[in-house]
């Protein structure tokens, strides 16, 4: 069957019926990129770093915790708990699954919102990320993936906080495994010292 091109514009003033598939035009290659398109992390999906199965509760020993201020005030957030006086670093873990729309090789950012609450450490408070890629059999492939060494969070000011990813073997549909760490140095004895992420999320570079 012969193809019928209309080079303007068409107006249909009924219903448009379809005998046959509708077709893109374009492959996905040929839209233009979306630079650094943030997607979401949820706080709710981490969970304890060497027991996967568990959710985060109230942090201790090495694990974050997750808490929230009271609802129309506060909101929820990933914390340290109180790391006054103490030597500490806490971690969770979480993994985001490439999407189609991903232009492979191309940016992977962690970016997160944080600082810390009611008073800084005397000495250090810092965030830091790592990332894995899955070799689809229950065991990760490479190194680790993050090339930006931890960042200072001490300031009450939250502020943004980005790691950059190895992209090189990434595709759509890469599975990473993703553990950060606040880690606190602290010898004062005055009030809490907190380490908090208000925001989580991955940054991709996308077509479509």
């Not at 069957?1 to 107006?11: K, N, V």
């Not at 974050?64 to 790391?83: E, H």
């Not at 595709?171 to 992420?197: C, F, H, K, W, Y």
Request: charged content about 20%; glycine content about 8%.
């Amino acid at each position: 069957m012969a193809t019928t091109r209309i080079p303007g514009d068409l107006s249909i003033e009924g219903d448009l019926i379809l005998g046959g598939a509708l077709k893109p035009l374009q492959p996905r290659s040929n839209l233009t990129q979306d630079a650094v398109q943030a997607y979401d992390l949820p706080l709710a999906d981490w969970r304890v770093w060497d027991a996967y199965q568990t959710p985060l509760g109230s942090a201790g020993s090495d694990d974050l915790g997750i808490t929230a201020g009271a609802f129309a005030t506060g909101l929820p957030y990933i914390t340290s708990g109180d790391c006054k006086t103490l030597t500490a670093t806490r971690y969770a873990r979480t993994t985001f699954t490439l999407p189609p729309e991903y232009e492979a090789g191309q940016t992977v950012q962690l970016r997160f919102a944080a600082g810390q609450l009611t008073t800084v450490a005397d000495t250090t408070a810092t965030l830091d990320a790592e990332a894995y890629a899955s070799n689809r059999d229950t065991l990760k492939t490479g190194s680790d993936l993050v090339s930006t060494a931890a960042q200072s969070i001490k300031s009450l000011t939250f502020a943004e906080k980005t790691f950059d990813i190895t992209a090189a073997g990434l595709a759509p549909g890469s599975v990473l495994d993703i553990r950060i760490a606040i880690a606190i140095v602290d010898a004062a004895t005055g009030t809490a010292v907190i380490g908090a992420i208000a925001h989580a999320e991955i940054l991709l570079d996308i077509r479509g």
